[in-house]
Structures are given as C-alpha cells and as structure tokens.
C-alpha cells in the first residue's frame, strides 16, 4: 500500500473515532446528568478522553508517514508507538479520575437509582461502540498501524461499559442503587487494564520485538523462490511498528561469477520488498553454499544465542 493511499485510510479511522466520540460524549453526560446515572457521566468523561486518543493517535500516524530523512534513515515509524504511549498517560489520568468520584459517589447518603432513561443510552452506547472499533481496528490492520488499532480497541471497553451500565441501570432501579458508581468504578478498573495492555504493546514496538513468526515465515517462501538461491539463514528484523527493515544471509552456488552474484543479491531485495508489503527495505549478504563462518555478532553473545 503507497504512502498516500495509508494517509486517507488513516484520515477515515480517524474521523470515525472523533465523529463518534463527540456524540457520544455529550450523549452520556447529558443523558447520565438528567436520569440520575454517576455511571453514564463516568463512561462520557472517558469517551471525552476517546477524543483525545484519537487525536494523538491520529498525530502520531502522520509522523509515522513522513518520508525517511538524513536525521532518520530509517524513516519516523516509532512515532505511533511514542503516541500510543502518550495515549496510556491520558487513560491512566482518566481513570484515577473515574475511580475517585465512584468511591465519593459511594460512601455518599443520598444515593438514588437513575431513570430508566439510561438504559436507553446505554443501547446506543453499544451499537456505536461496536461498529466504530470493528471499523477501526480493521483500518488500523490494513494499514499496520499500531496506535489506530490501540485507539480501536480501546474502544472496546465502551462496548463492555455500556453493556454493564444496562444492566447496573436495570439492578439499581429494583432497589440496589449503590450499584451505578460501583459500575463507575469498574469502568475506571478497565480504563486502568487497557492502559497497562497498550503500554505493553507499544513498548514491544518501541524494544523492537518481532511481530511474528509468519513475518519470517514468508521471507524465507519469497527468497527461496528466487532462482540460484538454494538457502537462507541469519534473518533479523528490525521492527518499527507501521513497518519493517530486514537483513539476512542467502547460499548461492560458488561458481557464480561476481556480477551473477550482484545482481541475484538486488533482485532478492527488490523481491522482499515488493512482495512483502511490511517490509520496506531489505540488505542481503550473499555467501556460497557449503562454506562455514561464524556468523555471530557482539548482539548475540549479549543475548546468548
């Protein structure tokens, strides 16, 4: 996929998030505020911090998008996994938020069981939620964006907030009303798990940790099916979260002249690169078959490989 055609699907994942969040922010404040429910104005204060994450996610995917320069060789695609860390600092900050006001709410006297009216912006909740983190997610895959899908599927935890608040509205209305901050308070708890798991996912982005075995999987089916090439071993990816770099060791026949060897060592290049769309740029090391070398860097003896 070329740059441009990332950038609009980017755009669309982003509008999705914002439009949706507006409306729903003010939804469930305004419908939380005049039914009665602590819950509902919880889930709008942290559909409000949606709209921040999206933005920041959203920031963080142009930079990832900005052609490579002579400061940054290998491009600015560790920018989105900076933004979705960014993202975990806003979320945790929300939920601090959504946790102490549930606990005030709680231990206050004049708890009373919010209108049935809320139940019906908790449907609407789900319905939204639903479609705009499938939409999201999907668009964050495609374009192998790691803070887009960090931004969808932190738009999960509305669809499960929303879902609890329907039925914390029902409990609370047959004579439990202390279960609508209690539900506040569990919306602040997820916020918090959310956070910890995007944390950790873009902190592998940044460490550089290999996506997965697939994506090794297919350099190898794609080198190996290059004529004269008969092996290929040493890969290392280096992860840059919307992207990737590869370098990697081919077994040619000895008997090739060194031109042969040249241009088979570009094609296998040019061929990774076309082929795979992840990677976006390959150097091979070409060796004869059968030769022995140790081909160990300073890297491995730290790591123990």
Sequence with gaps: ?????????????FLIALIGNVFLTFSNIAVGYFSGSYALIAEGIHTLS???????????????????????????GRAEAIGGLIIVVFLSIVAYEIMEGAVEKLFSHHIVSPSYFACVMAVVGIIVNIAMSQTIISIGNKVHSPAIVA??????????????ILIGVVVSGLGFPQIDPIIGLLIGLTVFKVAIEVARENINHIMGKLPSQDLLDEIREV????????????????YFGSYATVTFHIELPEDLSFKEVHEIVHNVEDEVEDQIDFIYGAMVHACPV????????????VIGN
């Design 223 to 238: 080198v190996l099916s290059i004529d004269e090439v008969e092996g290929i071993h040493d890969i290392r990816v280096n």
């Design 1 to 13: 996929m070329d740059n441009d055609a990332r950038n609009k699907k980017g755009k669309h994942a």
């Design 290 to 301: 059968g030769s022995e070398y140790d081909h160990k860097k300073k890297i491995d003896k």
């Design 151 to 164: 931004d969808g599927k932190h738009q999960r935890v509305d669809v499960l907030s929303s879902f609890v």
């Design 50 to 76: 949606d709209i921040a994450t999206s933005v920041i996610a959203y920031v963080g995917f142009k930079v990832a998008s900005k052609p490579a320069d002579s400061e940054h060789p290998l491009g600015h």
